[in-house]
T-cell receptor, first 113, second 114 residues
Framework: QKEVEQDPGPLSVPEGAIVSLNCTYS??????FMWYRQYSRKGPELLMY????GNKEDGRFTAQVDKSSKYISLFIRDSQPSDSATYLCAMTPGGTSYGKLTFGQGTILTVHP | KAGVTQTPRYLIKTRGQQVTLSCSPISGHRSVSWYQQTPGQGLQFLFE???????NKGNFPGRFSGRQFSNSRSEMNVSTLELGDSALYLC?????????????FGPGTRLTVL
């Protein structure tokens, strides 16, 4: 069983919809949680970063971390066709492993006009 | 400022050969991590380098190796290539590994093993 589980989708939504992306994990040592977005033929780019439990908002994006349930979410409001990409959750325990990220499988999102 | 660059962008090799991939981090970044991305396994951590020393290693066989130079540039090498090594190899750089710093990814090297 993988340390980080993420539904690969694909997920298809109409423009303007609220999108919910989720990951579960098994390693309780994870302290830092990230969401990356990857467009086709590009490397991943960081969208959101959260330390420990809590919520964080940045424009149309909201990241939530619930360490007690080992569950993290990314919400996208008013989704746009330009949001069509693969979304990857990633996490690390920090300490001597800041540079070692464990990723979910990635969810392919398509927002159609 | 320039992003992470990886060369070559595309590579075709045959089984049994070896390959070397190169990564130039963002100027001022001293930590470099490598990842393998495949449709079946997703993104998997290979190794991390800082100050020319390997800090962390993922669960890959010894055929996968890497190094970092004094200017923070890094290379990874795969010997005795297998069909299953076909993947996108991504390099990421960050300022330093002693606290959380964003990892910036390059565009990757697409390796095809025939």
């Amino acid at each position: 069983q993988k340390e980080v589980e993420q539904d690969p989708g694909p997920l298809s939504v109409p423009e303007g919809a609220i999108v919910s992306l989720n990951c579960t994990y098994s390693n309780s040592a994870f302290q830092y949680f990230m969401w990356y977005r990857q467009y086709s033929r590009k490397g991943p780019e960081l969208l959101m970063y959260t330390y420990s439990s809590g919520n964080k908002e940045d424009g149309r994006f909201t990241a939530q971390v619930d360490k007690s349930s080992k569950y993290i979410s990314l919400f996208i409001r008013d989704s746009q066709p330009s949001d069509s990409a693969t979304y990857l959750c990633a996490m690390t325990p920090g300490g001597t492993s800041y540079g070692k990220l464990t990723f979910g499988q990635g969810t392919i999102l398509t927002v159609h006009p | 400022k320039a992003g992470v660059t990886q060369t070559p962008r595309y590579l075709i090799k045959t089984r049994g050969q070896q390959v070397t991939l190169s990564c130039s981090p963002i100027s001022g970044h001293r930590s470099v991590s490598w990842y393998q991305q495949t449709p079946g396994q997703g993104l998997q951590f290979l190794f991390e380098y800082f100050s020319e020393t390997q800090r962390n290693k993922g669960n890959f066989p010894g055929r996968f190796s890497g190094r970092q130079f004094s200017n923070s540039r890094s290379e990874m090498n795969v010997s005795t290539l297998e069909l299953g090594d076909s993947a996108l190899y991504l390099c990421a750089s960050s300022l330093a590994p002693n606290s959380y710093n964003e990892q910036f990814f390059g565009p990757g090297t697409r390796l095809t093993v025939l």
